[in-house]
Every structure is written in C-alpha cells, then in structure tokens.
C-alpha cells in the first residue's frame, strides 16, 4: 500500500517554464490537498479539491493551477515558473473533510532559477 | 479562526515524557484541535485530534483544558526518534488546516 506518492521528488526550472507535479494516493479518498513549504515555515495551502473533477482555491493559489481528473490523481501545475515558487511542495489526501487525518506525501522539491 | 501559539523549541531526555503545550484562546465551540508533527524534511505526520475530551492513542495523548481554551501534547516515552517539529492547529474542517512554524523538539539522550 503505496499511500500517497509524488512525482517528481526533485526538479529544477528555469524561469517562465512550466511543469505538472503528480500526486497520486491508493486509499480511494475524496479529498486532496497541495501545500507549499518554505524554510523555516509551515504549510500553506494551495489548493484543494473534494472530488473528481472538482478544485477549489487555497490560501496561496496565484501562479498555481490543478487538475483533478481521476479520482486518485490530484495534479499541480506551474504555467510559468517563478524564482518565488521555489519551495517543497506537499500533496495530502484524507477520507473525510470535517475530522480525520490527512495523509501526506514525502514532497517535491522544486527550485526555480 | 482560531490561532495558535507554541513555544519555538523544546528538549527533552529520552526515555521522559514529553509535554508540547499549546495556546488557543479564540478557539470555537466546533474546531477540533489536531497535531502533526514533521519529522526532518518529511511530510507532516498525524499524532492526534480531540474536540472537548481527552484522547489517546497509540502514539500520544492529548489532554485539553475544560474551557478549552489550551492543549497538551505529551509524548509518555520519548525516544531519539521522536526528534520533530510539532504543530498544533485549531480548525473547523480539514481544508482550512493552517500549519504555523510549530514547536522544535529535540530528544536528547
């Protein structure tokens, strides 16, 4: 039971180019998350969605857009990358949306230049 | 929307309880209280959650105060690799999880 997997785990971007990071989880939850890490920071969320083919906007959306097509898929894109998108980026995913737990990927780590 | 305050860091030796307090005066009549932790560069890791009650588990246990106005997490066993930064967060439904700086504990042995 693989959890919650992304891809890549490391990239490195020029300025103004784009990118897609893939989150994929295996436990048939409804709802996904991405968050940015920055050092020395918390998480900040991006954005989320709580079901196929559904997206709604985070505390940090702009620059950013997401697909979820597949259930189980949950991807972040970067249409025109941007030095202050450097950051780890974290998919999450959880069965409910009032409690629980949210499960947590092991992070993408994207440097633009 | 209720916020929290943790101290920056903390110590603690091995083998001791470990006590991560938490402040959330603000806190709503319906927001549970949850902690994480980050292990290293990891993802963030679930601990626990408690609305009003005490919980335990296999992990920690989280005692809330009656007004619930604060929180304790404590750790009964510490071990080295219990070594992480701890967040406590106060929210109304998963999509609202706001993730602060959080408590650096370090185990020492």
């Known amino acids: 039971n693989a959890g919650v997997t992304q891809t890549p785990k490391f990239r490195v971007l020029k300025t103004g180019q784009s990118m897609t990071l893939l989150c994929a989880q295996d436990?048939?939850?409804?709802?996904m998350y991405w968050y940015r890490q920055d050092p020395g920071m918390g998480l900040r969320l991006i954005h989320y969605?709580?079901?196929?083919?559904?997206?709604a906007k985070g505390e940090v959306p702009d620059g950013y857009n997401v697909s979820r097509l597949k259930k189980q898929n949950f991807l972040l894109g970067l249409e025109s990358a941007a030095p202050s998108q450097t950051s780890v980026y974290f998919c999450?995913?959880?069965?409910?949306?009032?409690?629980?737990?949210?499960?947590f990927g092991e992070g993408s780590r994207l440097t633009v230049l | 929307d209720a916020k929290t305050t943790q101290p920056p860091s903390m110590d603690c030796a091995e083998g001791r309880a470990a006590n991560l307090p938490c402040n959330h005066s603000?806190?709503?009549?319906?927001?549970?209280v949850y902690w994480y932790r980050q292990i290293h560069s990891q993802g963030p890791q679930y601990i626990i959650h408690?609305?009003?009650n005490n919980e335990t588990n296999e992990m920690a246990s989280l005692i809330i105060t009656e007004d619930r106005k604060s929180s304790t997490l404590i750790l009964p066993h510490a071990t080295l690799r219990d070594t992480a930064v701890y967040y406590c967060?106060?929210?109304?439904?998963?999509?609202?999880?706001?993730f602060g700086a959080g408590t650096r504990l370090t185990v020492k042995p």
């Open positions: 969605s709580v079901g196929e083919g559904t997206t």
């Open positions: 603000t806190i709503s009549g319906n927001e549970y």
């Open positions: 999450a995913s959880s069965y409910g949306l009032w409690t629980g737990e949210l499960f």
């Open positions: 967060i106060v929210r109304l439904s998963l999509h609202d999880m706001r």
């Open positions: 436990m048939n939850h409804e709802y």
């Open positions: 408690g609305l009003k």
